[in-house]
């Protein structure tokens, strides 16, 4: 693997915000400044209770950039008709670490998150989803389409280090959805393809 790139979130934390309500990031840019986000109970307790609110929702193709989601990840990004994030940290991924709810193509890079239980990307709608510059450890699995779902994801995955996957790193149930990860180094990271993928590969 492409082992000298420099990979995931790069913030050092430059103080803090405490979040009561979900941040909404609806078109531009949101420059989060590396400060750490903080929810509270309000938006959920960061364990496997499905229902959680996301700390930020990005949709319509806009930008959440620069951001340090704090000890409590609630249901971490969601994503609406398409979006961008780049440098986010999760300090301890909460019930997951993104969400693709509605339809639109995703671009995630340099991220950064460590703990989750069980997933850490879920996608639940139809998206073309490119990752890249990651780290990401100890989850029960990297990517799931959400279970019993027969719509159509495309991942591409590059620059990535992945470890400590309990179950997997691409799973689906979808015989149309394709996934292939180049350039990134696993690590103690499960079955690479779980499930019915049209494709799922991998080089370097
Ligand atoms: C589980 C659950 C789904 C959905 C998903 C999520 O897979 O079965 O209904 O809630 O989690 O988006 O976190
Ligand atoms: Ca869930
Ligand atoms: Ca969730
Ligand atoms: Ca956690």
Redesign the pocket.
């Known amino acids: 693997g492409n082992n000298g790139n420099t990979k995931g979130a790069t913030c050092t934390a430059n103080g803090s915000v405490t979040v009561t309500e979900t941040i909404v990031v609806s078109g531009g840019v949101y420059d989060g400044g590396c400060k750490v986000f903080n929810p509270t109970s309000a938006l959920g307790d960061g364990g496997q209770a499905?229902?959680q609110k996301p700390v930020f929702r990005v949709e319509n193709g806009a930008t959440l950039k620069n951001v340090i989601i704090g000890k409590n990840g609630a249901?971490g990004i969601h994503f609406y008709n398409g979006g961008t994030i780049d440098n986010i940290r999760w300090t301890d991924v909460g019930?997951?670490a993104l969400?693709v709810k509605s339809k639109g193509d995703v671009t995630i890079r340099n991220i950064t998150g460590v703990n989750g239980y069980d997933?850490f990307m879920?996608i639940?709608a139809e998206t073309n989803l490119n990752v890249s510059n990651c780290v990401v450890d100890n989850m029960g699995k990297f990517l799931?389409q959400?279970?019993g779902t027969g719509f159509t994801i495309n991942v591409n995955v590059t620059n990535c280090d992945i470890s400590n996957m309990k179950e997997a790193v691409f799973r689906t149930d979808s015989p149309t959805s394709t996934a292939r990860i180049t350039n990134s180094r696993l690590r103690n990271a499960g079955q690479l393809c779980y499930g019915s993928w049209k494709s799922c590969t991998s080089s370097n």
């Open positions: 499905e229902g249901d019930e997951d969400t997933k879920q639940n799931r959400n279970g």
